[in-house]
């Protein structure tokens, strides 16, 4: 990270998010701190439960703030069809995949060296979801990625309009 990326500046997502950005675009925010304390280090909001069209675009973003991503480790109920591996930019990403339930994405960059990334549901409201996102993180935060997601609604799918 660069000094401006750690200026603790905040950058919201507007209401439309999900419907303004396009496919295989990472819904992205990490802690801005290199004192990485709190339980999460960032958050993401997948726009889809497939993982295919999604992991690439995220670990890409990754790629972009930490370095190369060797490993990802992902709930197996969460997701429709988890590969073993998939290839993005040119290498390849190891899948690991746990009937966990826990509400996050476990992304490892090299030996002990692992981000704990909360998971937005897709069909989370933008209001929700910016305020998940927010929460988890915190530099302070030492709330569990389930209990985020209950305390602002994001646990619950948007009501019809």
């Given at each position: 990270?660069?000094?401006?990326?750690?200026?603790?500046?905040?950058?919201?997502?507007?209401?439309?998010?999900?419907?303004?950005?396009?496919?295989?675009?990472?819904?992205?925010?990490l802690e801005t701190t290199h004192a990485?304390?709190?339980?999460?280090?960032?958050?993401?909001?997948?726009?889809?439960?497939?993982?295919?069209?999604?992991?690439?675009?995220?670990?890409?973003?990754?790629?972009?703030?930490?370095?190369?991503?060797?490993?990802?480790?992902?709930?197996?109920?969460?997701?429709?069809?988890?590969?073993?591996?998939?290839?993005?930019?040119?290498?390849?990403?190891?899948?690991?995949?746990?009937?966990?339930?826990?509400?996050?994405?476990?992304?490892?960059?090299?030996?002990?060296?692992?981000?704990?990334?909360?998971?937005?549901?897709?069909?989370?409201?933008?209001?929700?979801?910016?305020?998940?996102?927010?929460?988890?993180?915190?530099?302070?935060?030492?709330?569990?990625?389930?209990?985020?997601?209950?305390?602002?609604?994001?646990?619950?799918?948007?009501?019809?309009?």
């Amino acid at each position: 990270m660069t000094d401006s990326d750690t200026s603790g500046a905040r950058r919201f997502l507007p209401d439309a998010v999900h419907e303004s950005v396009r496919p295989g675009t990472a819904l992205l925010r990490l802690e801005t701190t290199h004192a990485r304390e709190g339980i999460l280090d960032g958050a993401w909001w997948p726009r889809s439960r497939d993982i295919g069209a999604e992991l690439p675009s995220l670990i890409s973003a990754l790629t972009e703030h930490l370095g190369p991503v060797t490993r990802v480790g992902l709930d197996a109920g969460t997701w429709d069809e988890l590969p073993t591996r998939v290839m993005v930019d040119g290498r390849v990403v190891h899948i690991d995949s746990f009937p966990v339930g826990d509400d996050t994405v476990l992304i490892t960059r090299g030996d002990r060296d692992h981000f704990s990334l909360l998971v937005v549901p897709p069909d989370t409201s933008p209001d929700a979801a910016r305020a998940a996102m927010a929460r988890a993180v915190r530099a302070d935060n030492v709330t569990e990625a389930e209990q985020i997601l209950i305390d602002t609604g994001s646990d619950t799918p948007p009501t019809p309009a």
